[in-house]
């Protein structure tokens, strides 16, 4: 995305209009559940790509797209009528895949989190390999440490 502020004003009016247009104006029954998710429009005002999400399976989103295909020129000609700019910007609909990659995340998550409970399980019994005082002692200690030792085994 451009750092332009005009982009960004007009990518923000046309989410606008896009949604109130989906909501109100475009009766095509495939339209599923949409969501306009983010609109960029480039530095030279002339594309405009439009994020959107379905809410349903890969028929509703394959609707929704033949659906949007169709009246993108009439959402066209709305946005240029409503913006006031000189020239309209060409409109592109785009699947947004950020539910899919948010789920994807939350069962890597889902997945860290349980192997985590598993290692902290493993390591409430665990014990050390060595003895559990692993430093040297001084002569008269060792004589007794020997002696447990020899008492152990």
């Known amino acids: 995305m451009n750092d332009n502020p005009r982009a960004r004003r007009l990518a923000d009016r046309i989410q606008v209009i896009v949604a109130q247009m989906l909501d109100s104006r475009i009766k095509d029954p495939r339209l599923g ?28 989103r394959e609707g929704t797209a033949a659906a949007l295909k169709s009246a ?17 910007p060409t409109i592109e609909f785009h699947l947004d895949a950020v539910p899919e990659s948010a789920a994807h995340l939350d069962a890597a998550l889902l997945e860290a989190q349980r192997r985590d409970a598993e290692l902290a399980a493993l390591r409430a019994g665990a014990r050390h390999a060595g003895e559990a005082d692993p430093y040297k002692k001084a002569s008269g200690d060792a004589d007794q440490s020997e002696q447990q030792l020899d008492d152990e085994q």
């Open 33 to 60: 559940f949409v969501t306009i998710t983010d609109v960029r429009v480039t530095g030279d005002l002339q594309n405009a790509s439009v994020f959107y999400t379905v809410y349903g399976s890969d028929e509703d």
């Open 72 to 88: 993108t020129g009439m959402i066209r000609s709305e946005v240029g009528r409503q913006t006031g700019v000189r020239l309209t």
